[in-house]
């Protein structure tokens, strides 16, 4: 079976859990990059990394990395707790309903 890219796309369109799925992978793979990005530039873990933390704690990479991966933490929370909801609707209209 050949998927083609409009093939590949369609069913992507048509699909939520694979748009959800996604979404939430991409978001786990970015989180993890930053964090471990933030760890190899700004901080190293020893007593030498302790001591020069102080300098790069405020540098603009560092702060930029910080505050991204920050972010994307609270994105992924509220991903999945519309996604929960979602779900408990979805449950509830199919017993009442």
Same mark, same amino acid.
């Given at each position: ?21 996604? $979404?939430?992978?991409? /978001? ?5 990059? &930053?964090?471990?990005? *933030?760890?190899?530039?700004? =901080? ?16 603009? $990479?560092?702060?930029? /990395? ?5 972010? &994307?933490?609270?994105? *992924?929370?509220?991903?999945? =707790? ?16």
């Amino acid at each position: 079976m050949k998927l083609s890219i409009k093939k590949i796309c369609d069913i992507f369109k048509n699909n939520s859990m694979l748009k959800f799925l996604t $979404v939430v992978i991409s /978001l786990c793979v970015l989180h993890w990059v &930053l964090i471990h990005s *933030y760890v190899y530039f700004c =901080t190293e873990f020893s007593f030498w990394g302790l001591l020069t933390h102080f300098f790069t704690m405020g540098s603009p $990479v560092c702060q930029f /990395l910080n505050y991204i991966q920050f972010e &994307l933490s609270k994105n *992924y929370i509220s991903i999945w =707790t519309a996604a929960g909801i979602a779900g408990a609707t979805w449950l509830i209209t199919k017993i009442t309903g």
